[in-house]
C-alpha cells in the first residue's frame, strides 16, 4: 500500500491554458474523490467517483472542469481555459467502500498557480 | 445541509501544555465525524474518526476526541503538546449524500502553534 500519489505536485501556467493533473488512489479503493482548498480555507468537495462512474459533482465544478475515471483505476482533472481564480491546492482522496463508514485517504495535492 | 464550525484560527499552546481544538458541526442526522492534520504543502492526514459506538475515540499521536450529541460537537485534545503536533487541524462531517458519495464538509481549519 503505497497511498494516494498526485501528480505534479505543482504547477504554474498563464492564464487561459489547459491543465491536466493525475491520481492514482491506493489499489483496490473504488471510492474516488477530488477537493480544492484555497488559502485560509478548508477543502471543498468537488466531484466523486465509484469505479469509472462519475456519480456526483459539486456546484463549484464548472462547465471548464471535467473529471475522468477509466478504467476505475487513476483519475485526472481538467481545467480549461484556467483563470486566477483556480489558483488553489486540488487534492484527491480515495476509499473502500466495503461498510457504510468512508474513511478517505488524502494524498498531497496539486498545488495550482495561474499567473 | 451540514456544516462545520471550527472555533479559533489559530491556537498556541506551550510545549508540554494541554491541547483543546474546538469542532461544532450541524448536521440533520448522526453524521460520521472526522479529524485530519495537514502539515505545510502535504495533504490531509487521517487523526481520528467517529462513526457509531463509544463516544469517546482514540487517534495517532495521543490525540483522542469525543462525541457529544447533545452539544453537536466534536472537540479534539491531547493532555500534552509535542512541537510537531504543530500544524493545520481539520474537522469534518461526512454523510451519505444517496448517490453513494459520503463527501466530506470540512471546517475552516485551526492553526496549531507550540511555543517552546
Known amino acids: 500500500d503505497t497511498g494516494v500519489s498526485q501528480n505534479p505536485r505543482h504547477k504554474i501556467t498563464k492564464r487561459g491554458q489547459n491543465v491536466t493533473f493525475r491520481c492514482d488512489p491506493i489499489?483496490?479503493?473504488?471510492?474516488l474523490y477530488w477537493y480544492r482548498q484555497t488559502l485560509g480555507q478548508g477543502p471543498e468537495f468537488l466531484t466523486y467517483f465509484q469505479n469509472e462512474a462519475q456519480l456526483e459533482k459539486s456546484r463549484l465544478l464548472s462547465d471548464r472542469f471535467s473529471a475522468e475515471r477509466p478504467k476505475g483505476s487513476f483519475s485526472t482533472l481538467e481545467i480549461q481555459r484556467t483563470e486566477q481564480g483556480d489558483s488553489a491546492m486540488y487534492l484527491c482522496?480515495?476509499?473502500?467502500?466495503?461498510?457504510?463508514?468512508?474513511?478517505?485517504?488524502f494524498g498531497p495535492g496539486t498545488r495550482l498557480t495561474v499567473l | 445541509a451540514q456544516s462545520v464550525t471550527q472555533l479559533g484560527s489559530h491556537v498556541s499552546v506551550s510545549e508540554g501544555a494541554l491541547v483543546l481544538l474546538r469542532c461544532n458541526y450541524s448536521?440533520?442526522?448522526?453524521?460520521?465525524l472526522f479529524w485530519y492534520v495537514q502539515y505545510p504543502n502535504q495533504g490531509l492526514q487521517l487523526l481520528l474518526k467517529y462513526t457509531t459506538g463509544a463516544t469517546l475515540v482514540k487517534g495517532i499521536n495521543g490525540f483522542e476526541a469525543e462525541f457529544k450529541k447533545s452539544e453537536t460537537s466534536f472537540h479534539l485534545t491531547k493532555p500534552s503538546a509535542h512541537m510537531s503536533d504543530a500544524a493545520e487541524y481539520f474537522c469534518?462531517?461526512?454523510?451519505?449524500?444517496?448517490?453513494?458519495?459520503?463527501?466530506?464538509?470540512f471546517g475552516k481549519g485551526t492553526k496549531l502553534s507550540v511555543i517552546p
Open positions: 469534518a462531517v461526512s454523510l451519505s449524500s444517496g448517490a453513494g458519495s459520503y463527501q466530506l464538509t
Open positions: 489499489s483496490e479503493h473504488n471510492r
Open positions: 482522496a480515495s476509499s473502500l467502500a466495503s461498510t457504510h463508514t468512508d474513511t478517505q485517504y
Open positions: 448536521s440533520s442526522v448522526p453524521p460520521y
